[in-house]
């Protein structure tokens, strides 16, 4: 009989209750769309905050101790420079959280002369394919985490020794053009390198007033053929909380427990920490203001896609509720035979319930596609990238549609309550 009477109401009713479905659809494709992206958001910004620079700075471990004895500058510094070997560099993608590592440079600094002229040379990677023991083959450099430089001419390569890049505030001093041959001469060692302008670049700071060439250009220059004076390091972390701030302090005062969720958690200083366990020489220091400016920023845009999650759910309620009261005020001569005929208010309370939730379910349903479509476009427009979709979204589209379904029914539910029969079946 139930059954029946169920049947017969989404029947009678559909206009209405498709109505009803559209809404349950609107405000969970939203919700659908907006915690895709928020659970995916946080690889997506911190990869838009990569372009912006290195989070991390790793240099030999008795550098980083003389600097911070004697509080030197960086000029004092390079009298007590020591050196990182080139072939450890790649157990920086070995670590436990090897894939949030996105990108990394070395970097060797020596001088030259140019007609008697003093210059600074920096020998870098700009693009360097490197296969790790692991297996796994990457491509790095410093030309991806420098992404807002203005770089004219072709891209450099790191087989080109002969090539150099040529800052924009040195280019416009020695009046030199793409093309140009330079030949440079360290003062320490009296080694040459005959170099052809492959770039002129801007990048708005010191670097304008450097040359930039391949390592290995670098390295005999220097008579440092191996070496590396310090990487930059970009990777992708969790914004940083009190254990990680206390972790940061002294990883030995955690517990256990502690250390487990701190060690197993992309946090800055636990990707610090786990880079000098397999570099035992060097020290890793965390660019804080890059760090903590991500943490921010992408906690920001999580929160902001919550609350809009929330609002498009209330909406959806609201909506809800004007629907299903108005379908119960509409039908009360129905509820009041009902009634009259011995029906209880929790008997015709589940069969409005049911009867909504039913079509609630469709729309959540439908409303759940059409979300994961929404957050396709936000990833590409936004990210230009395809936005993952999460699993467990689906559980929590079943609990929203429940949820909105019964918060707006409840309204129409309590005045089926107060229906009375002989009221309603006199016309009163």
Same mark, same amino acid.
């Given at each position: 009989m139930f059954?029946?009477? +169920?049947?017969?109401?989404?029947?009678?009713?559909?206009?209405k209750l498709f109505l009803i479905a559209l809404t349950v659809a609107l405000g969970v494709s939203l919700a659908t769309a907006m915690l895709n992206v928020m659970f995916d958001v946080g690889d997506k910004v911190n990869q838009e905050l990569k372009a912006y620079g290195a989070n991390l700075n790793i240099v030999p471990k008795g550098t980083a101790l003389v600097s911070e004895m004697y509080q030197l500058d960086n000029s004092e510094t390079e009298q007590a420079v020591q050196y990182i070997k080139q072939d450890d560099l790649v157990k920086i993608k070995m670590?436990?959280?090897? /894939?949030? !590592?996105?990108?990394?440079?070395? /970097?060797?600094?020596?001088?030259?002369?140019?007609?008697?002229?003093?210059?600074?040379?920096?020998?870098?990677?700009?693009?360097?394919? *490197?296969?790790i023991p692991t297996g796994d083959e990457v491509d790095t450099g410093m030309l991806a985490m420098k992404s807002w430089w203005t770089i004219d001419g072709n891209s450099m390569k790191d087989d080109n020794l002969q090539g150099v890049m040529v800052g924009e505030a040195i280019a416009k001093q020695w009046n030199l053009q793409i093309g140009d041959k330079i030949? *440079?001469? $360290?003062? /320490?060692?009296?080694?040459?390198?005959?170099?052809? %302008?492959?770039?002129?670049?801007?990048s708005g700071g !010191?670097?304008?007033?450097?040359? /930039? %060439?391949?390592?290995?250009? #670098?390295?005999?220059?220097?008579?440092?053929?191996g070496l590396v004076e310090r990487v930059e390091v970009s990777a992708l972390t969790t914004p940083e909380n009190d254990l990680a701030r206390k972790a940061a302090q002294d990883p030995s005062s955690l517990s256990r427990t502690q250390w487990d969720t701190w060690y197993c958690t992309a946090y800055i200083s636990s990707i610090a920490y786990q880079l000098e366990e397999l570099m035992p020489d060097v020290k890793v220091k965390a660019i804080m203001q890059v760090a903590e400016s991500e943490g921010s920023i992408l906690q920001k845009t999580q929160l902001l896609m919550l609350l809009l999650t929330i609002l498009s759910l209330i909406c959806s309620a609201l909506a809800i509720s004007n629907l299903v009261t108005a379908?119960?005020?509409?039908?009360?001569?129905?509820?009041g035979l009902l009634k009259a005929l011995g029906a209880t208010n929790t008997s015709v309370a589940m069969l409005i319930l049911t009867e909504i939730l039913i079509i609630a379910l469709l729309g959540g349903i439908a409303g759940y =596609?059409? @979300? +994961?479509? =929404? #957050?396709? !476009? !936000? @990833?590409?427009?936004?990210? @230009?990238?395809?936005?993952?979709?999460?699993?467990i979204i689906i559980p929590l589209v079943l609990i929203m549609v429940s949820l909105i379904t019964i918060l707006? $029914?409840?309204p129409a539910l309590r005045i089926m309550m107060f229906l009375r029969p002989t009221d309603v079946l006199h016309g009163r």
């Open positions: 059954r029946r009477m +169920l049947l017969s109401v989404l029947v009678r009713q559909k206009k670590i436990f959280w090897a /894939y949030n !590592i996105v990108d990394f440079a070395p /970097y060797l600094t020596t001088q030259a002369t140019f007609h008697d002229k003093p210059v600074t040379v920096v020998g870098t990677w700009f693009n360097k394919h *490197l296969t030949e *440079l001469t $360290s003062p /320490y060692t009296q080694n040459r390198a005959t170099l052809t %302008v492959n770039n002129i670049f801007h !010191i670097e304008d007033s450097q040359l /930039y %060439v391949s390592l290995p250009v #670098a390295q005999n220059l220097a008579n440092k053929v379908n119960v005020i509409e039908r009360s001569t129905e509820i =596609f059409i @979300g +994961l479509g =929404f #957050a396709q !476009i !936000i @990833g590409h427009t936004v990210f @230009g990238s395809f936005v993952q979709p999460k699993m707006g $029914s409840l």
